[in-house]
């Protein structure tokens, strides 16, 4: 019978350490997290700062992907050193737990595979399963996420609300071609800001639109001007066909136009008051709305399966033993 009573113990014990919301091996209570932080600048290196509320028992904080162990510094408010513990090993860290503290604690760590550049671009791959800032070098004003175009403007930073992934580019610097055109007598600077190469770039005062070459495929283009020069409703072609694009307000009275073009050729633009006769949008466009994509549950129920069947056999073979 006393066996039968351990036998019970442990297993509510291997249950209760694997929390269901978090789906992730951890020590302690979950923390009470007053700041989640993330600084990206134009580095492999991406910063993590946590803050967590003191607390008098021992609690667990989930880790972001790809944490350098040995970047890892736990400090109290007033900057001594905290005890801590991890969970996982090597790359596979998933947690770490926090000893109690009277005070707020600190946690800083960097993460590596998580920046990469790649012909002028960085790219930042980072993914949490609560509300996280992303704070960006002053260098860094203008960004895509998951490519959308956004302007710091005066902040210097976004919120994740709820957590999720999320995919942040940037320049290392920033390609800028300036054109200027003529209209009524009057001068306007057109900015295209673009990796890839622009010919035959023309405006057609008649029909107030904009003409102009590319040679690469699924790069960013961005266009400012001012709005007058060509007005709304905007359409843009891509060798005549209706591609998708984000429009968003520059600064006073200028307008920011981006795409992601999925073929070499002509764009045009133009206001749709100048275009008649055109196909419909077709699949030239690869922008999408700006949204976090919530984690992939599937591989957090295969290991929990795992492990409440592992639980059924011991269980199954303590009590045979039991019995004999």
């Known amino acids: 019978m006393i066996s039968q009573i351990y036998l019970i113990v442990l297993v509510l014990a291997l249950i ?25 600048n134009k580095s492999e290196i991406v910063n993590v700062k946590h803050i967590i509320s003191a607390s008098g028992v021992p609690v667990s904080v989930n880790l972001f992907d790809g ?10 408010s007033n900057g001594d050193e905290n005890q801590f513990g991890l969970v996982g090993y090597g790359e596979a860290l998933e947690s770490i737990t926090i000893f109690p503290s009277e ?14 550049s790649y012909e002028n671009l960085w790219t930042v791959r980072i993914g949490y399963s609560e509300t996280f800032d992303i704070l960006f070098h002053k260098e860094i004003d203008m960004f895509f996420l998951n490519n959308t175009i956004i302007q710091l403007e005066n902040k210097n930073g976004i919120t994740v609300n709820g957590g999720g992934n999320a995919i942040i580019q940037y320049y ?35 029909s107030k639109s904009i003409t102009f070459d590319i040679n690469e495929k699924n790069k960013f283009l961005t266009i400012s001007m001012e709005e007058e020069l060509v007005g709304s409703p905007y359409v843009i072609l891509l060798n005549n066909e ?13 307008v920011l136009l ?31 709305e700006v949204t976090a994509n919530s984690p992939n549950d599937y591989f957090i129920w295969l290991v929990l399966v795992g492990v409440l069947i592992i639980i059924v056999i011991v269980v199954i073979t303590i009590m045979r033993k039991i019995n004999k």
Do not use: H, R
Request: proline letters at 2%; aromatic letters at 6%; hydrophobic letters at 35%.
């Open 16 to 40: 209760t350490v694997i929390p269901a919301a978090s789906a992730q091996l951890s020590l302690g209570t979950e923390a009470n997290q007053k700041l989640i932080e993330v600084k990206l």
């Open 67 to 76: 944490v350098i162990a040995e970047s890892i510094i736990v400090t109290n």
């Open 103 to 116: 005070s707020d604690i600190i946690i800083k760590y960097n993460l590596e595979d998580a920046s990469t």
């Open 172 to 206: 290392d610097k920033i390609p800028k071609i300036i054109e200027e055109v003529s209209w009524e007598q009057n001068k306007f600077d057109i900015e295209i800001i673009t990796n890839s190469k622009i010919d035959n770039f023309n405006f057609n005062q008649e």
């Open 242 to 254: 209706k591609i998708l694009y984000n429009k968003s307000l520059n600064k006073e009275n200028y």
């Open 258 to 288: 981006s795409m992601k073009p999925q073929a070499v050729g002509e764009i045009t633009i133009s206001n749709s008051e100048y275009i008649q006769g055109l196909t419909e949008i077709t699949s030239n466009d690869t922008l999408t």
